[in-house]
């Protein structure tokens, strides 16, 4: 039965994912979008479609409704009640509520270029989305975010990442936990800063390591600066005394995959 | 006399100024936080100041208001009415209308590394502010606006560029404007797609020249791309096709300027 009303229960429910205690508390999320929605469905973590028949044109996301029936529990719903729920301009009629996934700090394994991000409360959705999607494009492994960080299922974060989520590992972890981890592991540790002495350019960044980026307003603490192996400064020659966050960390992640290509060419 | 109405005649024409259009018929923006309206008065772009004395607690703020008394037209409001036309968390109490500031492609004069960056219709003001913020960082000249373009002055865009636009000189222009300058100036124009034989890091950029960025949706078209001198690609190597522009256009830029480093500890 098609639901025609957007004060209906379930779309209640799914309106709520908006707030992040909501989403914490469930363990949900809402993502839009016939891409988006096929990819959360590939791997497993879509609890219920959500379908306006009017507004879903796309093939791709009629055959997924299609083999979805009788496997994923699925809803129905108005052109009306999807426009309620989306936060898009033109929405394609599919969507889905699903499971947030997270791993473990223990679970990590370290692999080689460009490896791993970490991030120490960024606090802007938007840049956190943006990291996600350089993080994908460069190939790293994952992302970890550090005590009070802002939510990568947050929708500006879904929207900027470009569904990267859905291809990199994340991790929740306090600056604690992360600091005895390294420690255990033995891991190396690149830190950036705008006062450290190193060009970035001129570290020759040992495999594997993990990239540590403090939040936009207050970089790194010097205690967090003291647990880096290596701190490397972005060199700025204008006005500006500091780069966006995720400009930085797309600055740094594409030396490290350059340098990882370089020492393959020389090899 | 203190406003302390948010009606007032001239606290509505500020107002108003979140409006695109009322910006580009007045020639003014607005602008708040110590920090930038000093900027924006130490470059005599000021049109008006408006002061909370309740809120303006900076002495940075007061001595400022100080030494403009009689000099530049100011108004002084209430907290309340303050608030009204802040777009601020925490508002300082110090805000302008400002005269917008163009530089005319006839007058644009090239230089050295890393020169300027022309982006093509771009689309979301936080990239364009994001992009303004990193050009000033790495010492650019500035930056071109071609055709369709978001407004540097929209709101999202300044506080995104954290009044790098003061640094910068700010082109507008259509593409055939810019396509017949190029052209008549013998300009080496460098510009970016994904499916650019030559890697970014493979090019010699010679000097000066000018980077020409896609928009966020659409890239350059083939026309755009035949224009350019050379094209390139960063390497991608996840599941994602395409980067932030602003994230592109700050590795790319990054590399410039590691070029032109490169060519001074070598000399």
Excluded at 51 to 72: I, K, N, R, Y
Excluded at 158 to 176: C, D, P, W
Excluded at 189 to 208: E, I, W
């Amino acid at each position: 039965m098609m639901i025609t009303s957007a004060a209906n229960p379930s779309i209640r429910q799914i309106r709520v994912l908006r707030q992040r205690k909501e989403r914490e508390r469930s363990g949900h999320f809402f993502v839009e979008g016939v891409r988006l929605v096929g990819e959360a469905v590939a791997l497993g973590m879509v609890e219920t479609l959500v379908v306006a028949p009017e507004l879903l044109t796309s093939p791709f996301g009629q055959d997924l409704v299609a083999q979805q029936a009788g496997h994923t529990r699925m809803i129905e719903v108005s052109a009306e009640v999807f426009a309620s729920i989306s936060q898009k301009e033109g929405p394609q009629g599919l969507a889905a509520v699903a499971r947030q996934r997270w791993v473990n700090l223990a679970d990590v394994r370290l692999t080689n270029a460009p490896g791993w991000v970490a991030l120490l409360e960024p606090a802007d959705p938007g840049n956190l989305g943006t990291i996600l999607r350089t993080a994908d494009a460069v190939g790293a492994s994952g992302v970890m975010l550090l005590d009070h960080a802002t939510d990568p299922y947050d929708p500006a974060a879904l929207r900027a990442s470009m569904g990267a989520i859905f291809a990199l590992q994340v991790v929740r972890a306090t600056f604690a936990e992360f600091a005895a981890w390294k420690r255990a592991q033995g891991i190396f540790l690149v830190g950036a800063a705008d006062k450290a002495p190193t060009h970035y350019q001129d570290l020759v960044y040992p495999q594997p390591l993990v990239l540590l980026m403090g939040s936009e307003r207050q970089g790194l603490s010097p205690d967090q600066q003291a647990l880096c192996d290596q701190m490397v400064h972005l060199p700025m020659c204008g006005r500006s005394d500091s780069l966006n966050l995720a400009v930085a960390t797309g600055v740094l992640l594409y030396e490290l995959l350059s340098q990882s290509r370089r020492a393959v060419l020389h090899a």
